[in-house]
């Protein structure tokens, strides 16, 4: 059973959720203005909320007291929902199939229906931060790299195609005083996702997670910015490899004061966004991969694959294919994407690519 709802979660009337026994899924963006609180809060002074599950990276510790609180990191198993009648998921997602929350909710569905559960699931809604822009190529869920749902419309699409049978309610975005009064990313869904910016360059730049370059982690412009200590032999050089008509590109450097080259002078480029300007970030990326690792013969990218999740795109970064014919490609699986995810949109506006 399946359903959209168009009031807010605070005004559903399920039993189950009045009287059954009610566990939550969320992070840190379940704060809601309204009452000032995180749901789990609202939730348990309603006297039936008995157990909190956050993914990782998220709100730590015991977060109410005598309520149990599980970190949970690629699903949640089909034991810790054996005295649950109901599971409340609210996440602020960040539009992309890199992040863990896509694969947790995936992955938890899959439990759900191999168990032949009944739990009903309650799913708040949220807007995109990364908006209906799609990129990329379809990976191993079948998502591009840059998806353009909301959190709810990919667990629509999961439950669909799984054919799934327990009760999945979406509470619809456009319902809840949340998605009216906060911006998206005013409540970071992880801390280095930081700002307006961020967004705009996430599906690309995450790449560099996977490379031996720092993707400006430890300083205040994650995925802003991204460079490492051995690219100095390009600094002060010829900027047109990598430019792009939508956005600047300056050279800089930085010291991560945490994490990859922790308190080393990383060489390279601060990225800066042309408000309005089509970009596409998983392109520039590719691209800038490419002239990085024909230049610089220390580049190192064995985990790459984890996020690029692509055989094709690994060979351009490689130079084993020109540029025209992996943009080609990557159109063709966008096209995919738009005519499949169509079938899951629950709002008046349908993704999009640039062309």
């Known amino acids: 059973m399946f359903s959209f709802r168009t009031t807010p979660f605070f005004e559903q009337s399920d039993n189950v959720l009045s009287k059954g ?66 599971m409340v998921v609210e996440l602020q997602d960040a539009g992309s199939r890199y992040s863990n929350f896509t694969s947790l909710i995936y992955n938890t569905f899959k439990r759900l229906k191999a168990s032949s559960s009944d739990i009903s699931v309650f799913i708040i809604d949220r807007l995109n931060p990364s908006g209906r822009q799609i990129e990329g190529t379809l990976g191993i869920l079948g998502l591009p790299h840059r998806h353009g749902l909301t959190i709810g419309e990919l667990a629509n699409m999961f439950y669909c195609e799984l054919n799934a049978r327990f009760p999945l309610h979406i509470i619809s975005a456009n319902a809840e005083q949340v998605n009216r ?13 930081a700002g307006m910016f961020t967004p705009t360059f996430y599906s690309g730049q995450c790449l560099w997670m996977g490379t031996n370059v720092s993707y400006g982690h430890g300083t ?10 051995f690219m100095e032999s390009l600094f002060g050089r010829d ?14 450097r930085f010291i991560p004061s945490y994490g990859l080259y922790e308190g080393q002078i990383c060489f390279g480029y601060h990225l800066m966004s042309i408000p309005g300007a089509p970009y596409h970030a998983l392109n520039h990326t590719l691209k800038t991969m ?16 984890r996020y690029l999740e692509d055989a094709a795109l690994m060979n351009y970064i490689e130079g ?17 994407w738009m005519r ?16």
């Open 21 to 86: 026994r009610v566990a939550i899924l969320c992070n840190q963006s379940a704060w809601h203005p309204e009452t000032g609180e995180y749901l789990f809060e609202t939730l348990a002074k309603r006297g039936n909320l008995v157990k909190i599950f956050t993914p990782e990276h998220s709100l730590y510790g015991e977060l109410v007291a005598g309520i149990p609180t599980v970190e949970v990191s690629t699903a949640i198993e089909e034991d810790d929902l054996k005295d649950v009648d109901a």
């Open 181 to 193: 009064e906060l911006l998206a990313w005013t409540i970071p869904p992880f801390s280095d996702f």
């Open 220 to 229: 205040n412009r994650p995925f802003e910015q991204f460079g490492a200590p």
């Open 239 to 252: 900027i047109s490899p990598i430019s792009d008509d939508a956005i600047h590109v300056r050279w800089t």
């Open 290 to 305: 490419n002239f990085i690792h024909g230049v610089c013969p220390e580049f190192k990218f064995e985990t790459l694959n």
């Open 320 to 336: 084993g294919i020109v540029w025209k014919d992996a943009a080609e490609y990557i159109k063709s699986e966008e096209q995919k």
């Open 340 to 355: 499949k995810s169509k079938k899951y949109v629950l709002y008046g506006d349908e993704p999009f690519r640039i062309k």
